[in-house]
């Protein structure tokens, strides 16, 4: 399902593999679920070839969802409860759903409920 898909959204793993042998390894969907261990990078358009890209290496952008807490540079983000967005983790460990590393500052705007930001993928 292909719905709501665009770009710098967070996707995780279903965890069914691709009948194909040019590169796409497991089918995807659009990540809301808060910590998910499946969320390993962020939708980055469709290749030449029609193969869906996924970003999780390297730097970039994510949406980020308002939780009510300020980001600074550096703080590690997951998966987020919002359709597509990553949040604030509560610690600075990296984890195994650990999505990225925030490279940008938030200070959330009343009303404002994402925001996209540059971030260092981790790789999921």
Request: charged share 25%; with cysteine; glycine share 12%.
């Amino acid at each position: 399902d292909r719905e709501g898909l665009e770009p710098n959204i967070l996707l995780e793993a279903t965890g069914e593999k691709f009948d194909d042998e040019q590169g796409q390894l497991v089918k995807a969907r659009i990540c809301s679920t808060r910590k998910s261990q499946a969320a390993y990078g962020v939708y980055g358009r469709t290749n030449s070839k029609g193969k869906d890209l996924v970003l999780s290496m390297g730097t970039g952008y994510i949406w980020v969802a308002n939780k009510g807490i300020d980001i600074e540079v550096g703080d590690f983000l997951m998966s987020s409860d919002l359709k597509g967005c990553a949040e604030k983790q509560e610690d600075d460990i990296i984890h195994n759903y650990s999505v990225a590393k925030a490279q940008q500052p938030i200070k959330w705007n009343a009303g404002e409920t994402k925001r996209l930001i540059a971030c260092i993928y981790l790789g999921g």
